[in-house]
């Protein structure tokens, strides 16, 4: 009769998530891997392959559990334009608090591995997609609102709005004060048909 495992899959990866959104994949160890998940080696292996499968799985977790519930939020708002605005806001203040400077483990991973691996990037792509779609969820709503003005082009916005969300999130690694952020926060949304109500405050 088999031997039943001794842990728990999703506990494990929130670690192993944790600890290269943390350290990146060439700063973290196997050694390291097997301390925060109490794993062996092997046993580490036999569940998800070799450091990069990981490190991979650990980013798709990144991206259904904080990502997704960043997008969900934004879905969830009865005033799409200001679920924008409360988002980049929020983000602003993460960022604020973030002492580690730790930043997105997606956009890490466009840094890191992006240029010389192809199914990192592929990752990454569709993470940013995703943002890039549910931006434009919210400004379809806000047209259907009445909230844009006339002729303004939701798809062409939400492009502007991700690139803009990357840009505020990079700014964390680089450990840019609030008061930076906040103001490149400002322009980007300023830069939305009547959403320049809608400063950081």
Known sequence: MARPREF????ALDAVMRLFWLQG?????????VRVTGMNRYSLYGVWGDKHALYLAAVRRYAESIGAEWMARLDASEDPLAGIR???VAMSAAIAEDTSRHGCLALNTALELGRHDDVARGLVREILDAMQAAFERALVRARDLGQLAP?????VHARHLAVSFQAVL???RNGAPRETVDAFV???LSTLPEV????VV
């Open 8 to 11: 728990d899959p999703d506990v």
């Open 25 to 33: 994949f060439q700063g973290t160890s196997i050694d390291d891997l």
């Open 86 to 88: 409360e988002m980049f």
């Open 151 to 155: 002729g303004a082009d939701p798809a």
């Open 170 to 172: 990079l700014q964390a």
């Open 186 to 188: 400002t322009v980007a």
């Open 196 to 199: 320049s109500r809608c400063d």
